[in-house]
């Protein structure tokens, strides 16, 4: 398997797990890989794991935290 870091965007408004989930779908749009895309690795911090389970709920996607 590879991994790799796809990009790294300055995030101008807060950091609540709304924005967060909204961010991380506009990338995986940007990129055309949502569909793609199997496994998101996060931090521990509350706002990414709520961002992130949010995100799980609507996509097929793991969150590995």
Do not use: P, W
């Not at 101008?12 to 961010?23: D, G, K, L, V, W």
Request: proline residues 0%; hydrophobic residues 30%.
């Amino acid at each position: 398997q590879e991994a790799f870091r796809l990009c790294l965007r300055k995030f101008n408004c807060r950091h609540t797990a709304q924005n967060i989930m909204e961010m991380t779908q506009k990338i995986l749009d940007d990129y055309d890989i949502r569909q793609k895309t199997q496994v998101i690795n996060t931090d521990n911090g509350s706002n990414i794991r709520k961002g992130m389970n949010d995100l799980s709920k609507v996509t097929q996607l793991r969150i590995n935290q």
